[in-house]
């Protein structure tokens, strides 16, 4: 893509004018497997993904890992806006200084061996000082492999079966209207769909049957998370400590106050909040938080 080149070209400029070496890895056909099927499968399945959250462990930091072993270089860099803390002899990916534009939410996935090597440039500084030194390049925003396309584009090019109609339903499954095919949507969305109930939202996705189930805006407060496919640095502090808070970005309201309660799970943990939060969609990431530091986080699989 003539983006992608351009970028290329800027990268190794900025190296020749640096002195340093300038090398480029092939990654597309795991990105594309591992990010891009996801995130087309989670949507096909009525569930909201994070394309993010699943790149930077599987591919992003793996293959610069494995690279700069083979070259013998111990440190790795990124432009990620994120710090790496330490605490009781382990590494934690922690909150940046600039809080508008941390991306510690979608790290949490990393290892304690990529921690322990990691340097993070950008994890004092902040986002607008460092844009007037590059005020021609264009900041990169949303998904990246959409390139600007719509996400309901996009699915609908890779899979034309997503374009399959299915009823609108409420919570006695009377249908109430009709959707044009449920990868299309999320919970919490009050638009796109055919409906007769006035003010109804989007409060579930029946993958299975096709459906959409809608309800009011109460029915999307949940106090209970269930997530799995976790990482978590260390167990016991997850366990003991009474101040960690819960983090869900998207489209939803985050929980205020503290977590109340975990409990593990043989695939994960139950995780009960001290105030509801709104609009959980099942796939999304939760990262749980102590302070500055990123205790670890998981995938929703259901939430009551």
């Not at 900025?14 to 990105?31: I, K, Q, W």
């Not at 989007?202 to 309800?215: C, F, P, Q, T």
Request: proline content about 3%; charged content about 20%; aromatic content about 10%.
């Amino acid at each position: 893509m003539v983006g992608d080149e351009l970028l290329l070209q800027r990268a190794s400029a900025c190296a020749s004018e640096m002195g340093v070496e300038h090398h480029v890895l092939d990654v597309r056909e795991p990105f594309s497997r591992h990010v891009i099927d996801y995130f087309t499968e989670s949507y096909l399945c009525g569930q909201t993904p994070a394309p993010c959250s699943v790149c930077n462990p599987a591919i992003k930091w793996r293959f610069m890992s494995d690279y700069a072993d083979r070259l013998g270089i111990e440190h790795i860099a990124s432009g990620h806006y994120f710090n790496v803390a330490q605490h009781n002899g382990k590494f934690y990916v922690a909150r940046a200084l600039d809080l508008s534009k941390d991306q510690s939410y979608y790290l949490w996935g990393l290892d304690q061996t990529t921690l322990s090597r990691v340097v993070t440039p950008m994890g004092n500084m902040i986002k607008e000082q460092v844009k007037a030194d590059f005020a021609d390049k264009r900041e990169s925003m949303g998904v990246c492999f959409l390139q600007g396309q719509l996400y309901r584009d996009f699915i609908a090019s890779r899979c034309p079966s997503a374009l399959h109609k299915g009823a609108v339903v409420d919570a006695s499954g009377s249908v109430v209207g009709e959707h044009d095919g449920i990868a299309f949507y999320t919970v919490g969305q009050k638009r796109g769909f055919e409906c007769s109930l006035a003010g109804a939202v989007v409060v579930d996705i029946d993958s299975e049957h096709n459906r959409l189930v809608v309800g009011s805006n109460n029915d999307l407060f949940k106090h209970t998370i269930h997530i799995s496919r976790c990482t978590i640095v260390d167990v016991e502090e997850l366990l003991s400590a009474d101040d960690i808070s819960v983090v869900v970005r998207g489209l939803g309201r985050n929980p205020s106050g503290y977590l109340q309660r975990v409990e593990p799970l043989a695939d994960g943990y139950r995780l009960t909040l001290s105030s509801p939060a709104w609009a959980l969609a099942l796939g999304q990431p939760v990262v749980l938080y102590r302070g500055e530091r990123v205790l670890g986080g998981g995938f929703i699989v259901d939430r009551y």
